[in-house]
């Protein structure tokens, strides 16, 4: 049973940053793409940052290139969000994922097969 959990969320100041973490189990870390995606209330879930099984690879939503960095350890079979420069814009329910193949902002929401349980992260003005 795949399971993915995150943590590192929470309220912050715009300008500020927050390390999001998601920790994987039951399956073979180091064969599988993983992600970031983020939902705002009432609006849809969407692409925020992804990397590649070998860790060669990353991906990023325009809005947050330059200043969001997704890593991975496999030795902890750990994807990170690093956030820096926070704006009350990046508000949202951030969700991790995991799925084989390719994993980017042209991927269907619905070719996922896992996700975690969500964390929240508020920027203040």
């Known amino acids: 049973q795949v399971q993915l959990v995150e943590s590192g969320g929470g309220l912050v100041q715009a300008s500020d940053s927050l390390r999001l973490s998601c920790a994987a189990s039951?399956?073979?870390?180091?064969?599988?793409?993983m992600g970031w995606f983020r939902q705002a209330p009432g609006k849809e879930r969407k692409f925020v940052a992804a990397i590649t099984e070998n860790g060669y690879y990353t991906y990023y939503a325009d809005s947050v290139k330059g200043r969001f960095t997704i890593s991975r350890v496999y030795t902890n079979n750990t994807v990170y969000l690093q956030m820096n420069h926070l704006k009350p814009a990046d508000t949202a329910v951030y969700y991790c994922?995991?799925?084989?193949?390719?994993?980017?902002?042209?991927?269907?929401?619905?070719?996922?097969?896992?996700w975690g349980q969500g964390t929240q992260v508020t920027v203040s003005s």
């Open positions: 994922a995991i799925k084989a193949g390719l994993l980017n902002s042209e991927t269907d929401i619905d070719a996922i097969p896992y």
């Open positions: 039951g399956h073979t870390f180091n064969r599988y793409a």
